[in-house]
């Protein structure tokens, strides 16, 4: 679209905002259109309302499609891969009877949550939940309690380390944006993802599941029978099986945190090797290999088992990668057309203390094009001149870069791809996902805001 510029105001583009998202919940919801159908259409009435040139419309539609499908259905395809294998060899029942022991049935969401904040220190959101998601739906199997009970507090404590904790990409490029001391937004992030996720994902986890107890029924990974598994691996074997794309895309995250701290070239011929070695991609596709080997074929199974095994893993997927991928389009129409820009342009010139104006401009742009990192980037690049101009402390920047962080993931909806991978794969309708989701992501940029508020004022 080279030499195209929106021209319509905030004003206008808001109200085609809204009146895009009313139209594809009145649709899914009330006439009940497939997702996927309705994301497409929408995303076409909304490109051409919002004066998007014809010609390059189904290019910016294909190309955010193709964008989101890219990452997603390598991540959700090897991740169910994986997850078959663990769940398939009992490894997954075996996990989730010894944190049953270790723990107690009542504190069992509160391990999950805590596994999962450990695991989501290294590795991405989507990445870490679909790697989790075996042991999640087996302890819930194995209580027969509310699935969301379990499911919340572990998506949460994903969602809370990737948006708030270096080394994850958001976090570290909002800090170099605002040339925030990047050890001190570790050390300040990790101290206020506790509070965050215990309010906004185990008590609202709690809550939700009151609200919603439905149990479980088929997972993504199909009908296990664990009595008929007489030789289920150890313990150790499931943990390491699931440390494994944890070691390997932490090393990635690891060598670009000390890029960023200029520690490391990133021009050397082994660094680019480790990284892409640690990409989630590739670190998923090592891991699924290895659990053939070691969750397959040393148990016993043979190649057309193992091969049966794995295919039987990627139908159940196949409606997860394309709403998702859809829910991509939509939202890369929504920047295209310049709405997020506009809003967020207009919103930083009201003369709002910084940190406040930080936070509703990251707001803004997450409610108008759906992605947190986007969302974030966008917002930090907006602010950090007035940043710099300001006589700000080390500690000052920590906050506002933690409060545009909180901004970035406010009330996820249906123009963001994680709203349908998450809605999804917990098997919830999009106005279950709306009442839990949409909620949990608020709740968590509300109180990372605080939080990051009362920062700045004490210090």
């Known amino acids: ?103 107690g049935e009542k504190r069992a969401p509160l391990a999950l949550g805590v596994a999962s904040l450990l695991m989501g220190f290294p590795i991405f959101f989507d990445a870490g939940l679909i790697v989790m998601l075996p042991v999640i739906f087996a302890v819930a199997r194995r209580l027969g309690g509310p699935v969301l009970l379990y499911a919340i507090p572990a998506a949460a404590a994903f969602s809370v380390m990737h948006v708030f904790v270096p080394p994850h990409p958001g976090p570290v490029t909002a800090s170099e944006l605002y040339n925030a001391n990047l050890g001190l937004l570790l050390l300040v992030g990790l101290i206020l993802a506790i509070p965050m996720w215990w309010v906004s994902g185990y008590m609202w986890g709690k809550v939700t599941a009151k609200q919603h107890p439905f149990t479980m029924t088929d997972s993504l990974f199909g009908k296990v029978d664990d009595d008929s598994i007489s030789n289920p691996p150890s313990v150790g074997t499931v943990i390491g099986m699931l440390l494994l794309p944890l070691a390997l895309i932490f090393m990635n995250t690891g060598l670009d945190f000390m890029r960023s ?10 660094y680019q090797l480790l990284s892409a070695l640690g990409s989630t991609p590739i670190a998923l596709l090592i891991s699924t290999l290895v659990a053939m080997l070691v969750l397959g074929r040393s148990r016993g199974m043979d190649g057309n088992a193992l091969e049966k095994t794995l295919d039987s893993s990627l139908g159940p997927i196949c409606s997860v990668v394309l709403i998702t991928g859809a829910g991509g389009m939509f939202g890369g129409v929504l920047r295209a057309s310049g709405i997020g820009d506009a809003l967020s342009n207009s919103l930083s010139d009201l003369g709002l203390p910084v940190i406040v104006a930080a936070y509703l401009v990251a707001v803004i742009m997450r409610l108008a094009q759906g992605s947190a990192t986007v969302a974030l980037v966008t917002a930090a690049g907006l602010m950090a001149p007035a940043v710099a101009a300001g006589d700000y402390s080390s500690i000052d920047v920590v906050a506002i870069t933690i409060a545009t962080a909180a901004g970035s993931v406010f009330a996820g909806h249906v123009n963001d791809s994680g709203f349908w991978l998450v809605g999804r794969l917990f098997g919830m309708d999009v106005k279950t996902t709306l009442k839990t989701w949409t909620v949990q992501q608020a709740l968590e940029s509300v109180v990372g805001f605080l939080l990051a508020y009362a920062v700045y004022a004490v210090f």
């Open 1 to 103: 679209m080279d030499g195209w510029t929106q021209t319509m105001s905030a004003g206008p583009l808001l109200g085609i905002a809204a009146g895009a998202v009313a139209l594809l919940l009145v649709m899914v919801i009330k006439f009940r259109v497939h997702a996927f159908l309705t994301l497409i259409l929408v995303s076409l009435l909304t490109a051409f309302v919002t004066g998007i040139p014809a010609e390059a419309i189904v290019p910016t539609m294909v190309g955010s499609f193709g964008k989101t499908l890219g990452a997603v259905a390598l991540l959700v395809g090897l991740g169910a891969m994986l997850g078959k294998l663990v769940e398939n060899s009992g490894g997954a029942r075996v996990l989730a009877d010894k944190m049953i022991e270790l723990f």
């Open 261 to 270: 701290l200029g520690m490391v070239d990133s021009d050397q011929g082994w």
